[in-house]
């Protein structure tokens, strides 16, 4: 069997269109916690959506399947937003959300795209500003909503607000920028999923799992100039200068950012000067 890493790579050569998001999320959950099985947990979330279709009448109207949904995940199977602990790294790994019934936004709403197609409600990601969402529906009937809370739906002042919080009052809003909810791609959720982890371990100081999770960044977008940046200031700090020169030398070629650049000089200078231990 192929490992986790080279699974991901093969994925990652694959149209968008063709990259399995659940798969790709347990093969996340994989490098990040060595033994996993992501087949195991594949089948269970098989499972819970052969469950859900016993709850999710097909020809009711779409609020009333929606609610079906939302009853099934959040009431009768307990799924919800880990407010206590937000940036415990098992709320981004599928597999535990699965275990705990609990998640981050990009997770549950993960898991609720997936349920949501295997009761016929059609519905996918969207990577709105600061949480992830959730859309259902088709056309002009659609709805957003926000599995972090309990599939709550929410309305244009809603998210306007929310943008507010993000950008600042009146910055931004959905009637003047609509492609906020555009469909978020399975490649960009992956990579926001592994974004999420990456930051986590870098304010734990955990560098050798920050470096796993930005490896599998730039396996899935080999020119993100701030992974390389961030990947070759986690090798410097981990002792591996000529992977840190490599990927700092790559950053000043491909990134636009005059300022980082400069500023990433005497880094650069102090990496070539060997005064960095090699292992």
């Known amino acids: 069997m192929l490992s986790p890493q080279r699974q991901l790579a093969e994925l990652a050569s694959l149209p968008d269109a063709a990259i399995d998001l659940?798969?790709?999320?347990?093969?996340i959950s994989a490098l990040l916690q060595p033994g996993l099985d992501p087949e195991l947990h594949l089948r269970r979330l098989e499972s819970l959506g052969i469950a859900a279709v016993s709850s999710v009448a097909r020809d009711a109207?779409?609020?009333?399947?929606?609610?079906?949904?939302?009853?099934?995940?959040?009431?009768?199977?307990g799924f919800s937003g880990?407010?206590?602990?937000?940036?415990?790294?098992?709320?981004?790994?599928?597999?535990?959300?699965?275990?705990?019934?609990?998640?981050?936004?990009?997770?549950?709403?993960?898991?609720?795209?997936?349920?949501?197609?295997?009761?016929?409600?059609p519905a996918f990601g969207v990577g709105f500003p600061g949480h992830f969402l959730v859309r259902v529906g088709e056309g002009g009937s659609t709805l957003v909503l926000d599995p972090f809370a309990r599939g709550t739906s929410l309305g244009e002042e809603d998210l306007d607000q929310r943008l507010a919080d993000v950008y600042g009052e009146g910055a931004l809003t959905?009637?003047?920028?609509?492609?906020?909810?555009?469909?978020?791609?399975?490649?960009?959720?992956?990579?926001?999923?592994?974004?999420?982890?990456?930051?986590?371990?870098?304010?734990?100081?955990?560098l050798p799992q920050a470096l796993v999770a930005v490896n599998a960044i730039l396996t899935l977008m080999p020119d993100s100039t701030d992974d390389l940046r961030d990947r070759g200031l986690i090798y410097r700090e981990l002792g591996?200068?000529?992977?840190?020169?490599?990927?700092?030398?790559?950053?000043?070629?491909?990134?636009?950012?005059?300022?980082?650049?400069?500023?990433?000089?005497?880094?650069?200078?102090?990496?070539?000067?060997?005064?960095?231990?090699?292992?």
Do not use: C
């Open 82 to 121: 880990n407010l206590d602990d937000y940036y415990d790294p098992r709320n981004s790994f599928l597999d535990q959300v699965l275990e705990r019934r609990m998640g981050i936004p990009i997770t549950l709403s993960l898991l609720y795209v997936e349920v949501a197609r295997q009761v016929g409600i």
């Open 174 to 206: 959905i009637r003047a920028n609509p492609a906020v909810l555009r469909a978020a791609t399975r490649r960009e959720t992956l990579v926001r999923i592994l974004a999420n982890l990456k930051a986590i371990y870098v304010r734990e100081g955990d």
């Open 240 to 279: 591996y200068a000529p992977a840190a020169l490599a990927d700092l030398r790559r950053y000043g070629v491909l990134s636009d950012n005059g300022e980082e650049i400069a500023a990433l000089a005497p880094i650069l200078a102090e990496l070539e000067a060997g005064s960095v231990r090699v292992h």
């Open 61 to 77: 109207p779409l609020p009333e399947r929606i609610l079906a949904l939302n009853r099934f995940l959040f009431v009768e199977e």
């Open 22 to 27: 659940p798969r790709g999320a347990l093969l």
